[in-house]
């Protein structure tokens, strides 16, 4: 009876996990590896953004961030000489500066200076006339290189090494 009893046991259990395996087809048009990418077609298309893994084998969109580019004095804008732009909706995020195509530094001393926890931008010097600015707000890390903080790194190098 035992016996009987364990082979039932053992056969449903074998049952169940076969039920659970389910199998899908993936159709040509909708995956496809071009190089080193894996470009998957689907509904998602309209979702802006990018797939980023969330952990524990689930992924979802994130969006990478806005950005804003004006030019000094024109309509809605800041005025030439102001030196102050605050944007609430960039607390928290990492932000790039562009004066005239050029990246500023903002963790330099005495450039630009950011503070993200209120989303405000101090220019150094102030804005001047006609001037084109393009400010964006990242969701995610600073990948910047700040020569500021390479300098640092090599001044704290022992003498014999400043000079490489």
Known sequence: MMKRFIFTAACCAALHSIKAQQSFAVRPDT???EGMELVVRNATRHIPGFLFNNGNGKTGFKTI????????????????GDSVYTNTTWKGRYI????????????????????TSLGKIIFR????????????????SDFTFHPFRATMQYAMLPARYAGL
Do not use: M
Not at 65 to 80: H, I, K, M, T
Not at 100 to 106: A, D, P, R, S, Y
Not at 125 to 140: G, M, Q, S, T
């Open 31 to 33: 995956v496809k590896a």
């Open 65 to 80: 961030g806005n950005a804003l580019e004006f030019a000094v004095g024109a309509s809605g804008a800041p005025q030439a």
């Open 96 to 115: 790039k500066i562009w004066r005239n195509g050029l990246l500023i530094c903002t963790s330099c001393p005495g450039s630009t200076s950011v503070d």
């Open 125 to 140: 010097p102030a804005l001047v006339a006609a001037e084109k600015i393009y400010i964006e707000a990242l969701n995610f």
